[in-house]
């Protein structure tokens, strides 16, 4: 617009005052104007305070970090290649923290404050349908505020992306976005608060033999037991700007069947996409599990454990059951 208003003026003028043949008078010879000058330096003044106050302010109010009773605190750790999220407020009757991965549940028009870092490489947490992106930092504690308007349909999530190159799978760190009705979203947390049942028939009790060999060097999940709740796998933690962080080796698998999606949000919950995964993880999502050095914490994906189809079988009733 401004382009085209000037040219036009200019060109009308050009042609309107040009030095026509026989024509030699002189034009007026003016020199400074003082009154034009002050105006045309205070004009651009309050156009641009004007842009730039509520451009300012903007940024202010975004940086805020929402806080208040009725505020949902979410605590997210990324990792390579998922992303890790404990409700701090949420708890059950021993204390325990809801943890879960990879899909994080919200309720409709509820202020949600996510306090994140990063268990290893820069990260970066979008979720482009709710808000911009920001930064996930090791060893540094970064904000950021959702509010959804209206609850998702449960086979549409909103879906999350990493956004900041963190190594081999970064195209496989997604995530999703429920959200809830402020109903739906109380009954969730209820279901994630109960833990696992030990099972109960042939198949799965073999594969929960085989989840605390193997699959519980880095897999926690709680289960009920003697009336109480036990953890199978390990409980880690990290300690950021006084922020204590849950920081597991992996993926919390407790409520693991009622997730959509797995591997970060990258394959749908089936039967078939964990039989693949169980079969050769690194087949389907590439991973570095080969350098997996679990004393020093540093987990490059989930390694093959050669596991025969029995177990494989077994393993997926155990935890499509675990919803
Ligand atoms: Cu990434």
């Known amino acids: 617009m401004v382009f085209v208003i000037v040219q036009t003026a200019i060109i009308y003028v050009i042609i309107r005052f040009r030095a026509r043949k026989g024509d030699d ?103 482009p349908i709710l808000a911009g992106k920001r930064d996930v930092v090791p060893n540094r504690v970064s904000n950021m505020t959702l509010i959804a308007d209206s609850a998702t349909p449960p086979d549409a999530p909103h879906p999350g992306q990493c956004a900041e190159y963190c190594g081999l799978a970064h195209a496989d760190i997604r995530l999703k976005v429920h959200v809830r009705t402020q109903a739906d979203f109380d009954a969730w947390v209820d279901g994630q608060l109960t833990p696992a049942a030990i099972p109960t028939t042939e198949t799965e009790a073999s594969g929960y033999e085989t989840f605390n060999i193997t699959c519980a060097a880095c897999h926690n999940a709680t289960v009920a037991e003697d009336g109480g709740t036990t953890d199978l796998g390990p409980v880690r933690a990290i300690e950021v700007d006084g922020v204590t962080f849950i920081s597991s080796l992996a993926p919390n698998l407790t409520n693991f069947g009622e997730r959509t999606t797995f591997g970060a949000g990258t394959f749908d919950n089936t039967a078939e996409h964990l039989a693949e995964w169980l079969a050769d993880p690194s087949s389907i999502k590439p991973m570095r599990p080969e350098l997996n050095d679990i004393p020093e914490g540093r987990i490059l994906g989930m390694p093959n454990f050669n596991l025969s189809s029995d177990e494989i079988s077994n393993l997926i009733a155990l935890l499509e059951g675990w919803d």
């Open 25 to 127: 008078t002189e034009p007026v010879q003016s020199h400074g104007n003082t009154k034009l000058e002050i105006l045309w330096t205070i004009i651009p003044v309050v156009i641009l305070a004007s842009i730039g106050y509520p451009i300012v302010k903007g940024i202010f109010d975004i940086r805020a970090i929402a806080d208040g009773p009725d505020v949902l605190q979410v605590q997210v750790t990324g990792h390579q290649w998922w992303w890790e999220f404990e409700y701090i407020d949420l708890t059950d009757e021993t204390g325990r923290t809801l943890v879960t991965a990879n899909e994080l549940v919200i309720p409709e028009d509820v202020e949600v404050n996510l306090t994140m870092t990063s268990a290893d490489v820069i990260h970066s947490f979008w979720v």
